[in-house]
């Protein structure tokens, strides 16, 4: 079965720890992209990666850090120099340029 | 930069009722235009996409969108609105030509009465 798997749907975080969040495909697309979505502000970009071994910096950036050391895996790592972390993030892929995105179901990460 | 505008955040229809969301872009070229849906906690959905050619857009679950290059703006409609139309509707534009971001509006929150 073909898709996007981001894992866990829902992780609880103490403030100050470092945490992982993944993103799995199997649709052997090219690009892979990492948003964050808040309340009213619709999805911003955090990182994206259009091949294995290169990423490229999105809008947010700042206190998250990415790896693209296989086609299928684009995990993001929440650091704790990020201010508000607290938010849905959503993986999504494209299989090429000028393609559109699919998305995966997301993480919720509560940090305390 | 590009950007993204959706004017409005929350509509209420009656079921049955017609819909129209409306979406302005802003983009120095012809952007590709993208119309998404979100149920509560869930990923997003692709509903329609515009690349080139006909400006009117057919999608899925009964939903299209006409592009209108003159007044920048990539409507989504749907002349009858079911109850399980409640979601949030994004609409997003893509960069002609790269792997570049797709930038995506604040989103649209439509309620649906019966």
């Known amino acids: 079965d073909g898709g996007i798997t981001q894992s866990p749907k829902y992780l609880f975080r103490k403030e100050g720890q470092n945490v992982t969040l993944s993103c799995e495909q199997n649709?052997?697309?090219?690009?892979m992209y990492w948003y964050r979505q808040d309340p009213g502000q619709g999805l911003r970009l955090i990182y994206y990666?259009?091949?294995?071994?290169?990423?490229q910096k999105g809008d947010i950036a700042e206190g998250y850090s990415v790896s693209r050391e296989k086609k299928e895996s684009f995990p993001l790592t929440v650091t704790s120099a990020q201010k508000n972390p607290t938010a849905f993030y959503l993986c999504?892929?494209?299989?090429?340029?000028?393609?559109?995105?699919?998305f995966g179901q997301g993480t919720r990460l509560t940090v305390v | 930069a590009q950007s993204v505008t959706q004017p409005d955040i929350h509509i209420t229809v009656s079921e049955g009722a017609s819909l129209e969301l409306r979406c302005n872009y802003s983009y120095g070229a012809t952007p590709y235009l993208f119309w998404y849906v979100q149920s509560p906690g869930q990923g997003l959905q692709l509903l329609l996409k515009?690349?080139?050619?006909?400006?009117l857009v057919q999608g899925i679950k009964g939903f299209e969108a006409e592009f209108k290059r003159s007044q920048s703006s990539f409507n989504l409609r749907k002349p009858s609105v079911h109850w399980s139309d409640a979601a949030e509707y994004f609409c997003a534009v893509g960069l002609v030509g790269g792997y570049q971001k797709v930038t995506f509006g604040t989103g649209t929150k439509l309620q649906v009465i019966p």
């Open positions: 515009y690349f080139s050619g006909d400006t």
């Open positions: 649709l052997n697309h090219d690009a």
């Open positions: 999504a892929t494209r299989l090429s340029m000028n393609t559109e995105a699919f």
């Open positions: 990666s259009q091949i294995v071994n290169d990423f």
